[in-house]
DNA sequence: GGTGCCATGTAACGCGTTACATGATTAT
DNA sequence: ATAATCATGTAACGCGTTACATGGCACC
């Protein structure tokens, strides 16, 4: 969702190759500890891009047989680059995988919540640990990149213990109460049934 | 990556067919508001834990031509379900779109950092006011799985909203320096060059 | 007989990954 | 020579999506 977007944007600079993008994404974002694009995905992104006619081969250096392919952007490309920039990016997907395995937990014979829970904290208390070591060591003139991402994901990562706490604190709650089963009955047929 | 184990845990409590899956994911995590998995994905997921022996086959109701098949967990889907419980889900994809949009803003032209920063502040009060108002119509009694996951929602979005503050006013600070543009020179070959 | 739910899938595509394959240039 | 880096790609798979197709059954 994201590299198809950024492709177009460092081709906008100026038309460049494959290669030549991977080493300029990984420089945008901070290098490849924080996110680490395969060779694979530049390369089909490009083709795809190509495709949609949102970039077009310039040139093609290198002499015989497939040299460097130099891409630079369309018309359409531009376009499609400044509505990205635009409109902002959607945030709520309410996707969780650590929430789904909770509740799993909570109703799956041979789970625990709890367990379930310090797992967790476990390990976003290790995470906060090595990132924000990351984040000391970091250069604020020439990494600037880096410490803004470092900052949000230990932000987040803060706010998802936060959270933590609450569950736990929540179940404690309920603890005796029976688990309100949310009664796994067929959407819609909400008017007269056949009983 | 998390339906895959949603479903091997629902299997898990009891056979079930695709349909009634689709129901009971939904339930667990709270309606499609939350999170809409598509009939495809549960039909497709089913058909490749088939494929890796996690589950399989118990009967087919329905008589006449293809009918319900309803899946029952195996062993080995047993034991792939308590690894899945047993250790923590990875949390740093430290991979965020908005990050990588900011940081192209800065070095495209025609694109300003100030404008992608205002945008996306709009988007994430919006979507807070949505989900709070969401969060108050919520029935603590029967919908505790959607509370957990609008809360967690919420308190993310509120940790990106400071991070957005804090990103405003870094900006300042450099705003006359020359930004760091991070010299997108090929790694590696740090020795004896060959100048 | 039509509407709407119950129930099952296939096809094709986008994004991302791992693994594999190929060849040119350059430093030692 | 040979190792490392530069440079380009293909194949196959997992996950997720949209769109399409099929048929039974119940209600009115």
Redesign the interface.
């Known amino acids: 969702?994201?590299v198809r977007?950024?492709l177009l944007?460092?081709v906008?600079?100026h038309p460049r190759h494959g290669y030549?993008l991977h080493?300029?994404f990984e420089?945008?974002?901070?290098g490849e500890?924080?996110?680490d694009v395969k060779p694979a995905q530049i390369y089909t992104t490009l083709a795809r891009l190509e495709g949609a006619g949102l970039v077009q081969v310039d040139q093609v250096e290198g002499g015989s047989g497939p040299g460097k392919r130099i891409y630079a952007i369309t018309a359409a490309g531009r376009s499609v680059?400044?509505e990205?920039?635009?409109?902002?990016?959607?945030?709520?997907h309410?996707?969780?995988?650590?929430?789904?395995?909770?509740?799993?937990?909570m109703?799956?014979g041979?789970?625990s919540p709890r367990?379930?829970i310090q797992?967790?904290r476990?390990?976003?208390l290790r995470?906060r640990h090595t990132?924000t070591a990351r984040r000391r060591q970091a250069d604020p003139?020439?990494?600037?990149?880096r410490i803004?991402?470092l900052?949000?994901?230990v932000?987040?990562?803060?706010?998802?213990l936060?959270?933590l706490d609450?569950?736990e604190g929540?179940l404690e709650e309920?603890r005796r109460q029976p688990?309100?089963q949310?009664?796994?009955?067929?959407?819609g047929r909400p008017r007269t049934r056949g009983a």
Do not use: C, Y
Request: proline share 4%; aromatic share 8%; glycine share 4%.
């Open positions: 969702m994201s977007h950024a944007g460092l906008a600079q030549e080493a300029a420089a945008v974002v901070g500890q924080n996110w680059l400044a990205w920039f635009a409109q902002a990016v959607e945030g709520q309410l996707r969780d995988e650590f929430f789904i395995k909770l509740m799993l937990s109703s799956v041979a789970a367990r379930v797992k967790q476990a390990m976003l995470d990132l003139k020439t990494e600037l990149a803004l991402l900052d949000k994901t932000m987040r990562l803060e706010a998802d936060r959270w609450m569950v929540r309920v688990v309100p949310p009664e796994v009955r067929p959407r």
